[in-house]
């Protein structure tokens, strides 16, 4: 069994149902904290539902400079910093007689390792923390200022987790240079995909105002779901925009609509859409809201609309970061990998805010919250290989 798998298998082993923590932070402190780092635990959230966020960070050793020349001109010899963020939480397990092994019994079976949270994301902490303990032992005094950042509220309402820690680390003056997510974003295998961004997420509650009345007495009521029809009939045909060479168009979806009593001849009083636009960097919250409400306007319907922002788009364009991760993969399994802004959001829209170059990498994630969650067991050392290079990488850069 390698570190890496044993690693993981004792974090599989802890249910950690969001926001429960179960002690898979204190774990891994114990494994940075012997080798250099210092770590702090930041509670935050509601009685009955404390988060647990670990922020750990080790310092680069002192650059040594030579005797200057007259009349050099000092140059910023500050470190670089490069973080390791992820989520210690996973989702229930499910009905747990559907599962062909306890979900929080670490399984090998055919290859592969089994358990909740394996793919999302405890192979990859398990990775982290190997891939720097390698690192450490072969560059005991690197010039990369060396972080990781987990919380126990990625699965959940996301409030008091990653936000926090970022929000703290701001205040503080703390500056962050690249950061690697653990999400699980590979594919068929390790390295085949990368997400150097994401799309922002906007969600709208829409209640449409009718009379309500009986149906046989169309003419005494006001039907709020056809006077609703023509304007979502435009918004679904609506081209928000195009996209760009990272991402998709823009999206519009209706995730539900309700409205009536419940009775079959009764016309309802009111109708409400709950919707929500997966949105590119072509577009803002602002440009989209402005839209949708002028084709409101356009229909003459009386209604009320709330607005919740869930995250805004973020890119990592090709540069430092990309090149490190992108070279270390081709050279741990020979992929020439892709680079992807698809799929939901991520905490990496949080810490987007304070680190210009942010990017997601992680195991297949075919089987994520799902019954049976596993990891081919081939791809887990494979994994722990490529967040070292990227760390070597980063570290001759940082040598420049």
Known sequence: MTATLQLAEALIARASVTPTDAGCQELIAKRLQAIGFHCETIVSGPAGLLVTNLWAKRAAAPVKHAQPAIHSIAIDSRAKTLVFAGHTDVVPAGPLGEWDSAPFTPHVRDGKLFGRGSSDMKVSLAAFVVAIEEFLAANPEPQL????????????PANDGTVVVCNALQARGETLDYCIVGEPTSVERTGDMIKNGRRGTMSGRLTIQGVQGHIAYPHLAKNPIHLAAPALAELVAVDWDRGNDFFPPTTWQIS????????????????????????????????????????????????????????????????????????????????????????GTSDGRFLAKICPQVIEFGPPNATIHKINEHVKVTDIEPLKNIYRRALENLERQAQL
């Not at 200022?145 to 959940?156: I, K, P, Q, R, V």
């Not at 607005?307 to 741990?332: H, K, M, N, S, Y």
């Open 145 to 156: 200022n060396l972080a990781m950042l987990l919380t126990s509220d990625e699965e959940g």
């Open 256 to 343: 539900n609509m309700h409205g009536g009593t419940g009775a079959s001849n009764v016309i309802p009083g009111a109708v409400v859409i709950d919707f929500n636009f997966r949105f590119s960097t072509e577009s803002t919250p602002e440009s989209l809201q402005q839209r949708l409400v002028r084709v409101l306007e356009k229909h003459e319907l009386e209604y009320d609309l709330t607005w919740t922002i869930g995250g805004l788009p973020f890119l990592t364009a090709p540069g430092t970061l990309v090149e490190a991760v992108q070279d270390a993969i081709r050279a741990e399994t020979g992929l020439q990998t892709q680079l992807s802004t698809t799929g």
